[in-house]
C-alpha cells in the first residue's frame, strides 16, 4: 500500500495538447503513423526496429487494456502525487484518477495524449525534459514499459528525473528482464510493412544496469522485484536535486 506524503501535491493546472516549447528533434518518431495508428486500433503488430534490423515488439494491446496485476502492484507503491512518463495511452494514469489519485501523464504522441484523456485521465503532449507543471514538487514518477530508455541517455534521464521529483521522492522504473542487457541504440518505430519513422536515440537496461547508474547519479535504491515476467525497480531520489 501507498504511504502518506508530507509535500503538498503539486497544481496541475490547464490540461495543455501541445508542447510549452518545440519537442526535440527524435520525438516526432512516436507520432509516426503506425504508432497512432496501433494506439487507434487498440493493436500491434508495432515494433522498435533496430539499425541492424533486429525488431523488439511494443505491446499495444497490453497497453490498450486496464491494468495488469504487475501494473497494479506498481500502483500500489505509488506515494502523493504521481507524474507518469511517456504514460502512452493512459491506463495507469486513468485508473489512478479513478482512485481519486493526483495524476498527471506525458507523452510526445499526441495520439496517445487523447487516449489518455479519453479514458478520463489528466495528460499534457510534453517531452519530459520540457518544462514541466509541478516540477520538483511530485512524490512519485513512473517510467514503466521501457521508458528507463526515453533519450537514450539513462544518466541524463535519471538527472531530470531527481529534479522533477520532491527531494527523496520515489520512482518506479520498469526494466528489461534480462540482467545482462545495457545499450544505447538508435531506433525506429514501424509496423510489419510501414516506413519506418524517424530515427531516435533509446536505452535498454536490465536492472543490475540502471542500478548502476541510478548509484552513479546518487539515487538509492528502495526495492527490486518481478511480476509475470516483467521486472521493476524503486529508487529514492537524491536528497537534493542534481543538475539535469
Avoid at 506515494?79 to 510526445?108: F, I, K, M, S, W
Avoid at 517531452?127 to 513512473?142: C, H, I, K, M, Q
Avoid at 510501414?194 to 533509446?202: E, K, L, Q, Y
Avoid at 539515487?219 to 543538475?243: E, Y
Wanted: hydrophobic letters at 45%; charged letters at 25%; glycine letters at 12%.
Amino acid at each position: 500500500m501507498s504511504r502518506a506524503r508530507t509535500t503538498a501535491a503539486p497544481p496541475l493546472g490547464p490540461q495543455r495538447t501541445t508542447p510549452a516549447r518545440p519537442l526535440p528533434a527524435a520525438d516526432p518518431a512516436w507520432s509516426a503513423d503506425p504508432y497512432a495508428d496501433a494506439l487507434r486500433a487498440g493493436r500491434g503488430p508495432l515494433f522498435l526496429r533496430r539499425a541492424d534490423g533486429w525488431l523488439l515488439p511494443l505491446d499495444v494491446e497490453r497497453w490498450c487494456a486496464e491494468p495488469d496485476p504487475a501494473d497494479l502492484e506498481v500502483l500500489g507503491r505509488c506515494e502523493g502525487a504521481v507524474l507518469d512518463v511517456g504514460c502512452g495511452p493512459g491506463r495507469l494514469v486513468a485508473a489512478l484518477g479513478a482512485q481519486g489519485r493526483r495524476a498527471l501523464g506525458v507523452d510526445v504522441s499526441e495520439a496517445a495524449v487523447a487516449h489518455t484523456v479519453r479514458r478520463g485521465g489528466r495528460a499534457l503532449r510534453a517531452s519530459v525534459f520540457d518544462p514541466l507543471p509541478g516540477t520538483g514538487r511530485w512524490d512519485t514518477a513512473l517510467l514503466m514499459d521501457g521508458n528507463i530508455g526515453i533519450g537514450g541517455d539513462p544518466a541524463a534521464l535519471l538527472h531530470r528525473m531527481a529534479r522533477v521529483l520532491t527531494a527523496g521522492g520515489l520512482l518506479l522504473a520498469e526494466t528489461v528482464p534480462y540482467p545482462d542487457v545495457d545499450e544505447r541504440v538508435t531506433v525506429r518505430v514501424t509496423g510489419l510493412h510501414d516506413t519506418p519513422g524517424a530515427p531516435f536515440p533509446w536505452a535498454r537496461l536490465g536492472t543490475p544496469a540502471l542500478l548502476r547508474r541510478a548509484r552513479a547519479c546518487g539515487w538509492r535504491a528502495a526495492d527490486r522485484w518481478s511480476t509475470d515476467g516483467r521486472t521493476f525497480v524503486a529508487l529514492r531520489a537524491p536528497a537534493t536535486a542534481t543538475a539535469g
